[in-house]
């Protein structure tokens, strides 16, 4: 059967499309057709701004990866900041664990946070610092991570 590899990329290059067409190339075994440009930042960007997001409103920069281990699982953590014309203070945006393979990417069972602002960049270090640490303690036997809400993980620490 031939494929149109040329159509697949243009869908999967869209941001609100993309883990889509991820998850369907992945289920269907034919990561061979997706594009070798789209790497496993692209797809965690994609998991945060796949909706929401207004590219001519808003503004994303990438600021790093940290690869960490909780004993358990290890992983890597990919932040953004965000700034919304209509707010002040930019906001800081992560998603994780990701697999350390990025060849081999799973858009299940990771967490992500969205909109921890930020005045400064020492609150920005702090912010990333912090959320290192809770998952790197995140199966540790006496550690208890407590929220005061039901959402995720990680809801309520900021």
Do not use: C
């Not at 496993?40 to 909706?51: E, M």
């Not at 697999?99 to 946070?113: E, I, L, Q, R, V």
């Not at 912010?127 to 303690?137: A, D, M």
């Amino acid at each position: 059967m031939d494929v149109d590899s040329a159509v697949i990329n243009e869908v999967y290059r869209d941001v609100e499309l993309r883990v889509w067409v991820y998850n369907r190339l992945a289920d269907n075994e034919m990561m061979k057709f997706a594009d070798p440009e789209i790497k496993q930042k692209d797809i965690a960007f994609a998991l945060l701004y796949k909706s929401g997001y207004d590219e001519e409103k808003d503004t994303v920069e990438f600021i790093k990866t940290v690869k960490v281990n909780s004993g358990k699982e290890q992983g890597t953590i990919y932040f953004f900041k965000r700034k919304s014309e209509n707010k002040r203070n930019w906001m800081v945006d992560y998603v994780g664990l990701l697999p350390t393979d990025k060849s081999n990417f799973n858009s299940d069972g990771h967490s992500m946070k969205k909109g921890l602002s930020i005045k400064n960049d020492t609150e920005l270090e702090e912010t990333i610092q912090h959320t290192i640490e809770i998952f790197e303690l995140t199966d540790r036997k006496r550690v208890v991570l407590d929220t005061y809400d039901y959402g995720s993980l990680f809801d309520g620490f900021y």
